[in-house]
Nanobody
Framework: QVQLVESGGGLVQPGGSLRLSCAGS????????MGWYRQAPGKQRELVVV???????NYADSVKGRFTISRDNAKNTVRLQMNSLKPEDTAVYYC??????????????WGQGTQVTVSS
């Protein structure tokens, strides 16, 4: 059974930083694209960033230069370092795994989500 478990969300002031982690189990994630999506209240879920099995990345324009994704295939983990956070980054952040290794389409595996709130 494929499982994704996120951690690291919380409350942070504008301009601050947070790091999200996603731990996967149940399959060989090194072959999957791994990514982060987010959903703010009243809005559709949107892509934040995805990293392919080969290390190619696709960042949303709104987070380029502020967020960095990394993966550790030996540990089946993917991390999202978020710097210079803005109130508009407030959302539930979801980890995603795509066995088809796509950079712009989510796969069928989702974590439970972790809340990120940026507020003073």
């Amino acid at each position: 059974q494929v499982q994704l478990v996120e951690s690291g969300g919380g409350l942070v002031q504008p301009g601050g930083s947070l790091r999200l982690s996603c731990a996967g189990s149940g399959t060989i994630f090194s072959r999957y694209a791994m990514g982060w999506y987010r959903q703010a209240p009243g809005k559709q879920r949107e892509l934040v960033v995805v990293i392919s099995s080969g290390g190619s990345t696709n960042y949303a324009d709104s987070v380029k230069g502020r967020f960095t994704i990394s993966r550790d295939n030996a540990k089946n983990t993917v991390r999202l370092q978020m710097n210079s956070l803005k109130p508009e980054d407030t959302a539930v952040y979801y980890c995603n795994a795509d066995p088809y290794n796509r950079l712009s389409v989510p796969g069928q595996y989702w974590g439970q989500g972790t809340q990120v709130t940026v507020s003073s």
